[in-house]
């Protein structure tokens, strides 16, 4: 914990506490991840020992392990796939955790959208999730058919982000649009149609009225 206060650029403070990971005692190795994350990219080589602790037996040094994870590697083609399948974690303290990292990758962490739809139904998951998606901002094609699946959700905030999200896919949401329309004509709030007309605009590649 120390160490982790004083803070270190040198990657053999980084391999002492490294060696740490190995330890049984869930107070010692909560206290090593958390200093190495300090560290930050000094400790890029704990990566490894850190990942096998994704599968610790206890909640508390998973969530310790995710939320360090982004701060040491740069790399997020490696970081985002380890964080992603956090957010499938038995424990929601994991995967609360796991999201909050991925909001702080931001758009890289695009993959992790399918999935933190999912934990918007989840009252534990909700406001981790929806803070996720606010950093992440960006979503990929795969992501369609969750985003449409969304806009018929009873929870108004994945109804919103559907929107915002194939807005952002633009022409390449176009398999969206008969679902958009139709809750366009159902629609009885003139600010829920406008925000579904935004969002077709978007798609059918029109400029947005004033």
Request: hydrophobic share 45%.
């Amino acid at each position: 914990e120390a160490i982790g206060k004083i803070g270190s650029d040198s990657t053999e403070v980084a391999s002492s506490l490294a060696r740490l990971l190995t330890e049984t005692d869930e107070a010692v190795l909560q206290a090593a991840l958390a200093a190495l994350g300090e560290l930050g990219a000094a400790a890029r080589e704990s990566v490894p020992h850190v990942s096998r602790l994704l599968n610790h037996g206890e909640p508390s040094v998973r969530s310790v392990a995710v939320q360090m994870l982004p701060r040491v590697q740069s790399d997020t083609g490696q970081v985002v796939p380890l964080l992603v399948e956090a957010l499938k974690d038995d424990d929601w303290t994991v995967r609360t955790a796991s999201a909050g990292a991925l909001g702080r990758v931001g758009g890289p962490a695009r993959p992790a959208v399918p999935l933190l739809f999912e934990m918007l139904a989840v009252e534990t998951d909700r406001d981790a999730a929806r803070a996720a998606l606010r950093e992440i901002d960006d979503v990929e094609p795969a992501a369609l058919p969750t985003l449409i699946a969304a806009l018929d959700s009873e929870d108004r905030s994945a109804r919103f982000y559907a929107l915002f999200f194939l807005g952002k896919l633009g022409p390449g949401a176009r398999e969206a649009l008969p679902a958009l329309k139709r809750l366009r004509d159902e629609g009885d709030s003139e600010r829920s149609r406008r925000f579904l007309d935004e969002a077709i605009q978007k798609i059918e590649g029109q400029a947005a009225g004033p």
